[in-house]
């Protein structure tokens, strides 16, 4: 008979009594503050390993991107999903589209399960017309290069703020 080596103790979630770690559909999430910025317990190792590796023409747009995003809100974390960076509060909204090379995408979407917004769909204002619908509750967005990131960087911001109230 092989021996298996025994599994790590898992650490317990622990809530104050009568917390309801749940919350009713239509509710914006929770927001958790962090202390400090961006560059805290926001980050992901693997997420730094991967662009300090990452051969993209687009690169520095990327890093300035994931940093407005990082700032958008003290609740949103960052990690590798879909091979990509992506971004999540309570469930992944936004990854890179790192297929484009000429132009900065991110895919927003409502994380990985299907949810009834699938069907519903969300309404998100876009008045710089940055959003192409892909699906009732997914979209691309389309940022540009160079100086295009910088002058679009309210409108991202709104844009990040608008659909994780969704999630």
Known sequence: MKRTPEKPPQQRVRTKKGASPQRS?????TKRTTKGGPDSSQTD???????????????KEIEAVRKIILGADPAIREAIKWKAPSFRTTDFFATFHLRSTDRLQLVFHMGAKVKATATTGIRIDDPAGLLEWLAKDRCLVTLGAGKDIAARKAALEALVREWIRWL
């Open 25 to 29: 559909s239509g509710e914006p999430a």
């Open 45 to 59: 190792p693997a997420v730094v390993s991967f662009l300090e590796e990452l051969d993209h023409p687009l690169k």
